[in-house]
């Protein structure tokens, strides 16, 4: 029985230990806050949160946040 739950234990944690290095090679991961927003690691220094409703505002302007980056190109930065 020990062996069984250690057996399983092991695979979770070997299960878990792929999905954290498939996502720290995609640079970018998103988790649900403490309070219970989303935040989005690897943009920057510090992650990007909002609450679902401020995501859904800010996804829904997509194409007019690419217009206005296309429309303001020689004014903004590049990070490098």
Known sequence: M????????????KAENERLKRAASRG???KVSEKG?????GL??????L?????????????EIRGFIRDNDGALKTKS
């Open 2 to 13: 020990a062996d069984d739950n250690t057996q399983s234990e092991l695979d979770r944690l």
């Open 44 to 49: 920057g220094r510090f992650p990007v949160t």
């Open 28 to 30: 970018i991961t998103i």
């Open 51 to 63: 609450y679902k409703e401020q995501w859904t505002k800010l996804l829904d302007m997509a194409e």
């Open 37 to 41: 927003g989303v935040s989005v690691y």
